[in-house]
Nanobody
């Protein structure tokens, strides 16, 4: 099983940028798809972005498409989420997740391991 630790969250003004990192341990990291989800206070967890094994496929929620970019560095066992043009509605705890298979997927039930989350706060 893959263990995940997120970092890079913080407080940023609207229009600013942050890059989240998710460091993974375990030999299976490079064989599985990875994803980012987020949960705002009082709301359900929602899909943000996903990337397949080998970064062959990526896709995003409509709310972040064109502003966020997911990437992975298998040599470093790390997946990233570059977040640009941040908005107050992006404020949430962001979670990294490791998939059960190699594909990129938006369904949280397709993910086997989850990190503890990192807080992102965007001020207006």
């Amino acid at each position: 099983q893959v263990q995940l630790v997120e970092s890079g969250g913080g407080l940023v003004q609207a229009g600013g940028s942050l890059r989240l990192s998710c460091a993974a341990s375990g030999r299976t990291f490079r064989t599985v798809g990875m994803g980012w989800f987020r949960q705002a206070p009082g709301k359900e967890r929602e899909f943000v972005a996903a990337i397949s094994r080998g970064a062959l496929t990526t896709f995003y929620s409509d709310s972040v498409k064109g502003r966020f970019t997911i990437s992975r560095d298998d040599a470093k066992n790390t997946v990233y989420l570059q977040m640009n043009s941040l908005k107050p509605e992006d404020t949430a705890v962001y979670y990294c997740a490791a998939g059960r298979t190699s594909i990129a997927t938006r369904h949280d039930t397709d993910f086997a391991s989850w990190g503890q989350g990192t807080q992102v706060t965007v001020s207006s």
